[in-house]
């Protein structure tokens, strides 16, 4: 890995500083429940993620951070998992993303008690919508670069002789506690997401599926909420 002290500069950033900062954004954006503060804080959610999915692709290069590291699916014994399986247990994922919310529709009651947790952070206009498409997509995709890509490489190559499970789900509480802004449910989930992400980037042998699913998990959110007056933005 090129810069190792940069690299780790940037994991203890992952760690320490991206999770305050995301408490202490959220905290600010319940107490003002302001709309520019909140279109704000979406902005600035994009470019930051981009900025740390590019330096992940500086450190680690982009042909390399989209495949795992060599030797982890052997070692972790994945390397013969066929990809039909993995294809199905994607689309299981995606009917357990779906039907929830289509129970949930079918039950407006239920949708509230569902959104009440993160009802901060929902848009509150047309254009907000669109600017919080832009932050589900820059998600799927950069998160996944960095979180999964340049997250287990560099563990990978700094602790090669950790077992790869346990590299796995060190990675995923690093992604648990990014989303600490959450509560302790949701940090707790989004770890286990974090792992079964991990494992169809590793047994795919490739980015693609985990970033579609991820941008798909944080897209299903609009579905939930309830259609907005165009004549509101």
Not at 18 to 45: C, E, F, H
Not at 52 to 81: C, E, N, T, Y
Not at 139 to 154: C, N, P, Q, S, T
Request: aromatic share 8%; hydrophobic share 60%.
């Amino acid at each position: 890995m090129t810069h190792p002290t940069v690299a780790l500069l940037l994991l203890l950033f992952l760690l320490i500083v991206l999770p305050v900062w995301g408490w202490l954004d959220m905290k600010k954006l319940k107490r003002d429940n302001v709309p520019a503060a909140l279109t704000q804080s979406y902005l600035i959610t994009v470019t930051a993620m981009w900025l740390l999915a590019a330096l992940s692709a500086f450190l680690v290069p982009a042909h390399i951070l989209w495949r795992p590291p060599q030797g982890l699916a052997a070692g972790m014994k994945l390397d013969g998992v066929p990809i039909p399986v993995v294809l199905g247990v994607a689309v299981g994922l995606v009917i357990g993303m779906i039907a929830p919310v289509i129970i949930a529709r079918r039950h407006p009651g239920s949708i509230e008690k569902q959104l009440e947790p993160i009802r901060f952070l929902l848009p509150a206009t047309r254009a907000q919508r669109w600017i919080f498409v832009l932050v589900c997509l820059t998600a799927g995709v950069a998160e996944e670069w960095i979180y999964r890509g340049f997250v287990l490489h560099f563990l990978v190559a700094e602790l090669p002789a950790l077992n790869g499970w346990i590299i796995v789900v060190a990675a995923a509480v690093l992604f648990g506690i990014a989303h600490a802004y959450q509560g302790r449910a949701g940090t707790i989930l989004t770890g286990i997401i974090g792992i079964v992400f991990s494992l169809f980037y590793i047994t795919t042998g490739n980015l693609l599926l985990s970033m579609v699913l991820h941008a798909l998990l944080d897209l299903r959110i609009l579905l939930l909420i309830p259609k907005i007056d165009t004549t509101t933005g």
